[in-house]
């Protein structure tokens, strides 16, 4: 029996280069807020005109931080390797959440974790060049985050069936990985 695929949820995220690492961080924490179960303290940023929710949790904060620092210099990698085609950067960074399953072998148990979710931001670095299109530009940045916050919100509460029990009585009971362009990547990166 083929095990089967997670829920892969698709966001897509356009910013300039003096936002791309707040969006993104702002759209990574809003996951995080309705998928961590930890007991968090909600806190809120604002950002673009919108007011997101922030988790306050130490580790969490610095892996999303490497993270989207990393997807940066990729985008920036691939933007100027692609510089005199006039493209955009383009480049992608996904949330995994996993639950441990018991595997049982011959004569030991072993855990196993399991996928049971995917969020994959796919990422374009907008380059205006003048005063007119810096304006275009952040409106359809403020757009965009405004759409995919409450698109998050749609299919949080809207897609719950998939989400496995809490069989542990650990503070994080599923684990979870922050990965930069997960089709190139093994799957295995990053992993808490």
């Not at 966001?11 to 930890?38: C, G, M, Q, W, Y």
């Not at 855990?111 to 952040?138: H, I």
Request: include cysteine.
């Amino acid at each position: 029996m083929e095990p089967r695929r997670p829920p892969e949820y698709i966001l897509e995220v356009f910013a300039d280069p003096s936002n791309v690492k707040d969006t993104v961080k702002a759209i990574l924490h809003t996951i995080f807020f309705h998928r961590f179960f930890p007991s968090v303290r909600p806190k809120t940023r604002d950002l673009l005109e919108l007011t997101l929710p922030f988790i306050d949790d130490l580790e969490l904060e610095t892996l999303i931080d490497q993270r989207t620092i990393q997807l940066i210099r990729q985008i920036d990698t691939t933007a100027s390797n692609n510089l005199h085609s006039n493209s955009s950067g383009r480049g992608q960074i996904a949330v995994q959440f996993f639950e441990k399953r018991r595997r049982k072998a011959w004569f030991s148990k072993a855990e196993e974790e399991v996928c049971w979710e995917q969020w994959t931001l796919d990422v374009t670095l907008a380059t205006p060049r003048t005063d007119s299109e810096r304006a275009k530009v952040r409106r359809a940045m403020e757009m965009m985050l405004h759409k995919t916050a409450v698109k998050i919100v749609h299919i949080v509460n809207k897609e719950k069936d998939h989400i496995p029990p809490i069989t542990t009585s650990e503070s994080n009971p599923f684990p979870y990985q922050i990965i930069i362009n997960p089709r190139e990547e093994g799957w295995r990166m990053g992993l808490f």
